[in-house]
């Protein structure tokens, strides 16, 4: 059974840092598209950044860029959002995605991905 479970969130000071971590386990996805995105209340899910699998694109939100690094390690399963001086308007449920499908590219859409974490919550208060 495949699983995405992401950690690393908490309530964090305006212009601190998080890093999250998400850890696939039931399959590889050394071979795909892997994702944040996050969902605050009353508001839809939203991209926030992408990476291919073998690291070299990546793609960020406008909101995050420059301030959030995505990565990944395929011999572990993992992927990772390091997320620097952040925001209040960061304040979210962060979600890990995975798309099902072997391929180099990285995708921005919620619809492109497969797979889901169970999210973690981040607070920065304001």
């Known amino acids: 059974q495949v699983a995405l479970v992401e950690s690393g969130g908490g309530l964090v000071q305006a212009g601190g840092s998080l890093r999250l971590s998400c850890a696939a386990s039931?399959?590889?996805?050394?071979?795909?598209?892997m994702g944040w995105f996050r969902q605050a209340p009353g508001k839809e899910r939203e991209f926030v950044a992408a990476?291919?699998?073998?690291?070299?694109?990546?793609y960020y939100a406008n909101s995050v860029k420059g301030r959030f690094t995505i990565s990944r390690d395929n011999t572990k399963n993992m992927v990772y959002l390091q997320m620097n001086s952040l925001k209040p308007e960061d304040t979210s449920v962060y979600y890990c995605?995975?798309?099902?499908?072997?391929?180099?590219?990285?995708?921005?859409?919620?619809?492109?991905?497969?797979?889901w974490g169970q999210g973690t919550q981040v607070t920065v208060p304001s």
């Open positions: 995605a995975a798309d099902r499908q072997p391929t180099n590219y990285a995708y921005t859409s919620v619809d492109e991905y497969d797979y």
């Open positions: 039931g399959r590889t996805f050394s071979r795909n598209a």
């Open positions: 990476i291919n699998w073998s690291r070299t694109s990546t």
